[in-house]
């Protein structure tokens, strides 16, 4: 591959190498990378979930073994966890079929094996498991029955919150994400329109570097999700710009029914916003036809895109903010923006607070509260939304 100008951070050694990296190309490594230490590139990658990546890259640009070793070793451990969450795959999508269970696998293994260009580039911890809210509590006791152990256990703040999912782990150790909803916390889904039985109706089946099929979205729900995925997550890290860069590039994306259907589900302003990073990176190597994702109109887009022009992209250790805040906060409109984003920064700093008074905390979901009532009531939402629209 030839390397091509990236001329916005060359005096940034160290963004330049992790760019690089995310993009999959080779050739000589930047020559002011030997003024960056090696803990701060391992810091910078970790960071953004590209430490496969830049193992890759350091490999081809010939570095110095010390750096060699530290990132082989990153390689081998995501190539570890993705083949084990090819074994819990394997076996849990064949019990939810056999139960007549219409599941979805997303990100993790399918971004690995169909989407980024080599499956050890795209790290991932976990595995994310969809099916439609009239199936999952059926679901979940397939899981249960199939080894999986119930991580989210605390029943009347799950019936309190009504997020979208339920966290598990598999038998052979591998996080589980249960969906009935790409929009997790109950606020998003009264905010977008997303309609998740159209998104399994589209749904298309792929291939995985282990030879098994999987059912997952098709080329352009798949950008979708993984577009808002990283703009509810503030779109801070390469690893997300890269998810959309390459689901961007899949031979059935298609960028007029990108658009379209980023429209009809309101999350058009999220997903702009996200394409404008992936755009900042990607130069000539990005798909031209995301220019047809033009920012919306509207005072706070254009707020977002004016701050996103003094923002630091990719941030680096020590540096200032990404801008990530505004991103997260982006809603259909101008006032349901302001106000998610103000509670966001107000929930970062009170967490923040008391992480700095009491040390790390539990997450309350993860408490042992085993009430059979608000487990029934939550299970009625999520089946009396089935019926409904998103």
Known sequence: MTVIALPVITERPLARLLIESTLDIDGPLPSDLLDVSLADTLTA????????????RLRAGATTPDWEQAFSAERHQQLFRHMRTHAELA??????????????????????DVIWPHPDMREYHDLD????AGDFERALGVLLDD???LVDRNWPELARTMRAEIA????????????????????????????????????????????REVPTFDEVDTALHLGFHSAQAGASKLMW???????????????GEFVERARRARI???????????????GERGNPELRRVTTPSGPWSRAVMAMERRATFPSLPREGHSGSIPIAGMRPTGIGSMAATARAAMEIRTLERRVRRLGPQDRTLHHDVPDAAARRAYFRIVEHSAGERS
């Open 45 to 56: 990658a970790s960071d953004h979930r590209i430490a496969p990546a830049v193992s890759r």
């Open 91 to 112: 076996a849990l999508g064949a019990s939810l079929s056999e139960a007549g269970i219409e599941w979805l696998v997303a990100k993790g293994p399918v971004a690995a």
């Open 129 to 132: 498991l969809f099916v439609g």
């Open 147 to 149: 080894g999986c152990t």
């Open 168 to 211: 598990l782990v598999g038998p052979y150790g591998t996080p589980i994400d249960l969906h009935w909803h790409m929009a997790v916390p109950r606020g998003l889904r009264r905010s977008f329109r997303i309609d998740m039985a159209e998104m399994f109706s589209r749904s298309r089946t792929v291939t995985l570097g282990n030879g």
């Open 241 to 255: 710009a890269g998810d959309l860069h390459y689901a961007s590039l899949s031979p059935g994306f298609d960028a």
């Open 268 to 282: 058009d302003q999220p997903i702009a916003a996200v394409v404008n990073r992936v755009r900042s990176i990607t």
